[in-house]
Nanobody
Framework: QVQLVESGGGLVQAGGSLRLSCAASGRNFSTYRMRWFRQAPGKEREFVANISWSGRSTGYADSVKGRFTISTDNAKNTVYLQMNTLKPEDTAVYYC?????????WGQGTQVTVSS
């Protein structure tokens, strides 16, 4: 079992920044690939970014590339998503995910709202 707790969401104006955090705990969580997803009202959940715990391997959705940065702090067992130059279309509930093979664990989500 892996437990994930997100924080850092909120309301921000377009062009602003937010940093999301995902604190991980549980059995062998460092062997999982960490990912951020988001889900806007009326839309399907979509991939945002992923990272290995070493930080050497990352990936991004085209819609956030160059604006968002995913990172890890192994000392704190935490994954971050730094979001810059936010747009109204980034408004969504953001979820942290731990993925390995057929196993997926999810956090409770954190709301990000970008006003125009």
């Amino acid at each position: 079992q892996v437990q994930l707790v997100e924080s850092g969401g909120g309301l921000v104006q377009a062009g602003g920044s937010l940093r999301l955090s995902c604190a991980a705990s549980g059995r062998n969580f460092s062997t999982y690939r960490m990912r951020w997803f988001r889900q806007a009202p009326g839309k399907e959940r979509e991939f945002v970014a992923n990272i290995s715990w070493s930080g050497r391997s990352t990936g991004y959705a085209d819609s956030v590339k160059g604006r968002f940065t995913i990172s890890t702090d192994n000392a704190k067992n935490t994954v971050y998503l730094q979001m810059n130059t936010l747009k109204p279309e980034d408004t969504a509930v953001y979820y942290c995910n731990a993925h390995r093979g057929d196993n997926d664990y999810w956090g409770q989500g954190t709301q990000v709202t970008v006003s125009s």
